[in-house]
């Protein structure tokens, strides 16, 4: 038996871990335990998914009830966050970003509001931060002006305004994760084909029926 180069060894040697490592991220992908060794052939797969998953923060009484009878069927939760204080909380769906706020100081007497922004409508996210704090704040056509304050608990501040949380300073990264997260979701709704216009289906159908496929009582 012929012995094997030192290059058919090395080549040898890759394709088993090529191997090995394919086999830890089919596991990863069914969502099974891995194996010390295994997480070390997927670490950086492993640490990209940590880095894109959003937090799940647990949510006030009074707020976990505003989302349940906010959220549609088939609508899935991206992330939730809470702000500097508990009662003014960031949703982000897959379908849209939710600011759920309650308490007398953000604007509600009783129960809350849920201001909804489809991503279409999404001009610009921003979180600012200074010292101690920070704001995060959408901003959409009908929701624009100027900066929200820190310190301004007016209905004009960010403490009681639509579009603006109000945030810690160890928050920042994690709001600019969920920014990163909203600015992405704009981006895929902004390259999707529009949909077709009843002017555009009645031109296919008629030429369907003119090429003969479609008959005229179809039509």
């Known amino acids: 038996m012929a012995l094997k180069s030192w290059a058919q060894m ?5 394709q088993r871990a090529a191997e090995r490592r394919q086999k830890a991220l089919d596991k990863l992908a069914r969502g099974e335990k891995l194996g010390w060794a295994e997480q070390g052939l997927v670490k ?15 949510l006030g009484g009074r707020t976990s009830k505003l989302l349940a009878g ?5 609508e899935t939760v991206l992330g939730q966050m809470n702000g500097n204080f508990d009662n003014q909380t960031l949703v982000i769906t897959d379908q849209r970003v939710l600011i759920i706020k309650a308490g007398f100081m953000m604007g509600p007497t009783l129960g809350g509001k849920v201001i909804s922004f489809a991503y279409p409508n999404i001009t610009a996210v921003e979180v600012r931060s200074s010292r101690a704090s920070g704001v995060f704040e959408i901003s959409t056509p009908g929701m624009q002006g100027s900066e929200k304050s820190v310190y301004d608990f007016s209905k004009k501040g960010s403490a009681q305004s639509g579009n603006a949380i109000l945030i810690l ?31 555009d289906e009645i031109r296919k159908l008629a030429e369907l029926r003119d090429s003969g496929i479609g008959t005229e009582a179809e039509f």
């Open 169 to 199: 300073k160890k928050q920042v990264p994690n709001f600019q994760q969920a920014a990163n997260v909203i600015r992405e979701q704009i981006r895929k709704g902004s390259t999707r084909a529009p949909a077709a216009s009843s002017a």
């Open 44 to 58: 950086n797969r492993l640490e990209a998914a940590k880095a894109d998953q959003l937090p799940m923060e647990k």
């Open 10 to 14: 090395q080549a040898d040697s890759q």
């Open 70 to 74: 906010t959220l549609g069927r088939d």
